[in-house]
Structure formats: structure tokens, C-alpha cells
């Protein structure tokens, strides 16, 4: 039998025998022979400039792709530079191994408590303790992260690696069976939906395996549609989709939902941001909530049934119950919701007066602007701050993998990098990177790997207010001095043409004509416009998120 090493079994292991195609990360000493592996096995490494950006390269990636996502680091600081991407990673149960070398020994520069450090975010510590371990090791980290959707950091004590092992194959991962409903609250659902008039179906991150079934459900017992942010796009084209709930509902989606007098959660938690605190289910509504992790079940909002189950095993057990039956309905999807719908469904049909400010954009008139320009097969990621809502409410998505949404640690600064993961997952996409100065500046590491990388159709927007917007207008009524928050002006595209990028500075509608000359091709470079978006106004959902804090 061949000899080889540890590092260099588990990057071959991964990639030969496990199927790894992509892997980020930044390389070091330590993480040297394992990645080298990795990509000697057949895996393409991406080489980000920073190891937050190549954690939320890898974070967008698995999130768009529905791989696993995989993450390659050095010891210590090469760990410690990743943790923001890493803790929205684990609170967004993104499916990622981290792959991060370990100094064990407390005199090494390089020494930190790793396991300490990644419990601490949410992190499932793991570690290669020895030779003799590694296949269980790998396999056990490998199974986790992928099976279960959590974020693994799998420690490769230097010592270790170097080790002796034998080239034999990665044991193969076990799949356990998905958890079905009982058969009693399958009926309970079914009786619910027969006395219901209004249905609402919220579909969150657990639905997103799930459309066929529930859009089939919802057609039956005359269901609106309606999804968490992450979920945004999952519906659609459906003609009673409305669009996000929470935050980033029109006035219309808003007002249906309230009147709902069923809602059923589908792998979505109900939480302060899908439900407006609350405030977007009525008091008499019936609420049920399934959801494939039992431990989700009525944490963030009452329910009246918990149904711990697949979200698609769910739906498909209720239709085989409802074709039994006989039972079906009109529901909400009357011929008033659906011309409702058709006139004031999007944001877009909502009348606005753009603000007036001279040598400025209203985000609103830009964001719609750039809607019609772009193709429909696209990507939007966006990064968080004041600005974020309307990317996510003007912007339209052609499905639930055409919206990267980086909110669970509410990180400003992560979608640059969530942008790329996401247009290496989706190369024959458009993907926009929606992003604020303050977050496009702290990002600002990989725009350099977007021009390495040679991702082209990549458009960055950076809706620049010169400001940490989120929190001028939060404080800015109460009379604070706000000169801590506000900068003088940055040259983005001048900094972006730099980086070999396609720039635009973007003060009216007619500045846009370059983006439309960059689309009509060859597309032979990135491109970013530097936005000079109005000032006076806030967003009215940041309001919602500071009731959060
Ligand atoms: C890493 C991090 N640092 C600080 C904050 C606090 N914060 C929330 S929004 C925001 C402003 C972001 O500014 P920008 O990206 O320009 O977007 P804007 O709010 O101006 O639209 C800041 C600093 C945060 N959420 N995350």
C-alpha cells in the first residue's frame, strides 16, 4: 500500500473519494501540503486575499451551489482573520469543513485555543488527534458538516500531519433517513386548512428543498406564498408569490399576511424580522410551525402545532391526505388578491417621490434602473447597513439560489466576499454585489481577486452615502454628533479601475449608460459603480433592527 502523509490523505481523500471540487482559502505553511493535495486530487483552489473573504467565498458558495462548502487556513491568525465569515456561516447552518492547521504547543507563536475559539461562535470544534484517527476523523467532520448543515472546524495539529498514512479511501459517509410527520398532525393540518379562509404559507431556508411540493400544496387549499429574506426568490413567477415577509414586505404582502387567518411556517423560524416583531400575524391566526429540527419548533413566535418533520416529506404527506380526502379550496387566491397582486405585488409599483439632492441618486430610482438593465439570471448578494433593503426589495431574483443574504451575525463588510463564493458557484449568472462604502471598504481585500480570478460577470454597486448610514440616521434625530460615522469622499471607481475593473460613477439614471455598454459584452472585465446615493432619508426597516439590539 502507498505511503503518504496525513495532510497530504485528507486532501486527496476529500477530493478523490468525497467529491470536493472547490475549495477557498489563503495558504500558509501549515495549510500548505493539505491544500496542495486538494488540488492535485482534482479540486480547484480559490485564492482569496484574506481569510474573511475566503471565508464568505466559501459560506456564498455552499449557499448558492447547495454544496458542501470547504475552507482551507492556516494556524492561528489564518483562523482568527476568518471568524466574522465564520460565525455567520454557523448561524446561518451553512454546510462548511474548515480545514485549519493547529500549533499545539502553547509556546508557538502561532498557539490559540482553536477548539475554544470556534465553540465560542458556534464553531463545532473537531480535531485529527492522531494517525491511527484521521479516516474517522475526516469522516466524522466530513458527515457532520454536510448531513447535519453545520460549520465544522476540523484542526490539523502540525505534528500530526506530517505523520505516515496509508493511501486507502475515505470511509464512506452514512445518510441517515429524514424525519416524517405523524400521521395525527398530518390530519390536524389538513382540518386546520379546511376551516382556514385566508392561507399563509411562509417557506424559510428549510423549504428551499421543497418548492415543487409546496407550491403544489398551496395550489390546493388556495394558499398565498410568502418567504423568510434568506429564502428570498423561491416562488418566483408564482402568481400569488408575495415575495419577502417581515422587513421587506410591500404595503400589500403586509396587509395579506396580516389577514391571514392560518399561517403555516415551513422550515422557516418565525422570527423578529419574518414576522415584524410579531406584528404581521394576527392574534386569531392558527400558526403551525414543521420544521425538520424539533428544537425550532415555537422559539421565536407562539405556535398552535409544532410538527417536527422534512419540510418536503411534510407537504407531500399532506397532499396524499388531501387527494383522500377529495379536499381543496380557493382560499385566499381570490380574483381580488390575485388583481391586487398583479397591480401592487412589487416594490416597484409602489409610488415613491425620489429624493432631491443635488449631484445624487435616490436608491430607489437607481435600484430600479439597474432592475431593468440586468438580466434576469441573476445573483444578488448583498452586504448589510442601511442601504441593504433595496437591493433586496427592487431587485428582482430568479430563484431561491439568486439571493445571498449574509444577515444571521449582521456583519457589515461580508458581502463582497459572499458575492464571489457565490459567482464561482454560478458562473452563468450575472452577480451583483450590493454593497455600502463603509462595507465595500472593509471588503475591500478581495477586489483584487475578482480580477485574478478572472469573474467577469460580476457587477459590484456600492450604494455610497459617505457614511455609516445605519447609524446616522439612527442617532442623527437625537441630536448626537455623528462626525465619528460620516467620511469625506472616496474614489471607488477610481480605486476599482485600479484593480483593472470596468468603473462608473453614478450620479443620475444617464450615468448608467457604461453598465449598459459593459453588459452589451465582451464582458471582459469585472465591473463597479460607485453610486452617489441620497443622504437625507433613512430606511425605514433599520428602524426594525435597532428594535433588535
Ligand atoms: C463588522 C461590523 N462592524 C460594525 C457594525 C455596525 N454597523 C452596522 S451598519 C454600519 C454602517 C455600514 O455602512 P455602509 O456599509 O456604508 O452602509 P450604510 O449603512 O451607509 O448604508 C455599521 C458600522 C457591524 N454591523 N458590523
Known amino acids: 500500500m502507498t505511503q503518504t502523509t496525513v495532510a497530504h490523505w485528507i486532501g486527496t481523500a476529500l477530493a478523490r473519494d468525497a467529491g470536493v471540487k472547490t475549495v477557498f482559502g489563503v495558504v500558509g505553511s501549515g495549510n500548505f501540503h493539505v491544500t496542495n493535495a486538494l488540488t492535485a486530487g482534482g479540486a480547484r483552489f480559490i485564492a482569496a486575499r484574506h481569510e474573511g473573504g475566503a471565508a464568505m467565498m466559501a459560506d456564498g458558495f455552499a449557499r448558492t451551489s447547495g454544496e458542501l462548502g470547504v475552507l482551507t487556513l492556516h494556524q492561528g491568525p489564518g483562523l482568527t482573520n476568518a471568524l466574522t465569515g465564520l460565525t455567520e456561516a454557523a448561524k446561518s447552518r451553512t454546510p462548511l469543513l474548515v480545514l485549519a492547521a493547529e500549533a499545539t504547543q502553547p509556546t508557538s507563536n502561532f498557539y490559540i485555543d482553536q477548539a475554544g475559539l470556534a465553540a465560542s461562535i458556534g464553531v463545532l470544534p473537531d480535531r485529527v488527534t492522531a494517525a491511527s484517527t484521521v479516516a474517522n476523523d475526516l469522516r466524522r467532520a466530513y458527515r457532520t458538516a454536510l448531513i447535519e448543515r453545520r460549520t465544522v ?207 445624487r441618486i435616490d436608491p430607489r430610482t437607481l435600484s430600479i434602473a439597474l432592475d431593468d438593465l440586468l438580466p434576469a439570471e441573476r445573483t444578488v448578494a448583498t452586504d448589510s447597513g442601511n442601504f441593504m433593503g433595496y437591493p433586496a426589495m427592487f431587485l428582482d431574483v430568479p430563484d431561491e439560489n439568486g439571493f445571498v443574504f449574509t444577515q444571521a451575525f449582521q456583519s457589515v463588510g461580508l458581502g463582497l466576499g459572499s458575492a464571489l463564493g457565490a459567482a464561482v458557484a454560478r458562473p452563468d449568472r450575472l452577480t451583483v454585489a450590493a454593497l455600502g462604502d463603509g462595507g465595500a471598504l472593509m471588503g475591500a481585500s478581495e477586489l483584487e481577486t475578482a480580477v485574478r480570478l478572472g469573474i467577469n460577470d460580476l457587477l459590484i454597486v456600492v450604494y455610497n452615502d459617505e457614511a455609516y448610514g445605519a447609524e446616522v440616521h439612527h442617532f442623527g434625530p437625537h441630536g448626537d454628533a455623528l462626525a465619528n460615522v460620516r467620511f469625506p469622499p472616496t474614489d471607488l471607481a477610481a480605486i476599482a479601475r485600479g484593480y483593472g475593473y470596468a468603473a462608473a460613477t453614478v450620479r443620475t439614471p444617464d450615468d448608467l449608460a457604461p453598465v449598459t455598454s459593459w453588459l452589451a459584452g465582451p464582458r471582459d472585465r469585472p465591473m463597479l459603480i460607485d453610486a452617489k446615493v441620497t443622504r437625507t432619508r433613512p430606511s425605514w426597516w433599520l428602524e426594525e433592527a435597532f428594535k433588535g439590539h
Not at 418567504?227 to 415577509?245: E, I, K
Not at 410551525?289 to 417536527?308: E, F, W
Not at 405585488?345 to 432631491?356: C, I, K, L, S
Open 153 to 359: 472546524l476540523l484542526s490539523l495539529p502540525l505534528d500530526v500531519q506530517a505523520q505516515p498514512h496509508p493511501d486507502v479511501p475515505m470511509p464512506a459517509v452514512q445518510v441517515w433517513p429524514r424525519l416524517s410527520p405523524a400521521p395525527d398532525t398530518v390530519t390536524q393540518v389538513a382540518d386546520a386548512l379546511a376551516r382556514a379562509r385566508r392561507p399563509v404559507f411562509l417557506a424559510g431556508r428549510g423549504a428551499r428543498k421543497s418548492k415543487a411540493d409546496l407550491k403544489l400544496l398551496s395550489e390546493r387549499v388556495g394558499a398565498l406564498l410568502a418567504t423568510s429574506a434568506v429564502s428570498r426568490g423561491l416562488f418566483t413567477g408564482d402568481p400569488f408569490n408575495l415575495d419577502v415577509s417581515g422587513g421587506f414586505a410591500t404595503p400589500a404582502a403586509a396587509e395579506l399576511i396580516s389577514g391571514a387567518d392560518l399561517v403555516i411556517a415551513w422550515g422557516c423560524s418565525l422570527s423578529m424580522w419574518t414576522t415584524r416583531h410579531g406584528t404581521l400575524i394576527g392574534e386569531d391566526a392558527t400558526v403551525i410551525q414543521v420544521d425538520a429540527n424539533p428544537g425550532a419548533l415555537g422559539v421565536h413566535h407562539r405556535i398552535d402545532l409544532g410538527i417536527p418533520s422534512d419540510v418536503g416529506m411534510a407537504a407531500r404527506a399532506l397532499i396524499a391526505e388531501l387527494d383522500r380526502s377529495g379536499q381543496r379550496g380557493d382560499g385566499y387566491r381570490t380574483p381580488t388578491v390575485a388583481k391586487r397582486l398583479a397591480a401592487e405585488g412589487r416594490w416597484r409599483d409602489v409610488p415613491f417621490e425620489p429624493v432631491a439632492e443635488a449631484g
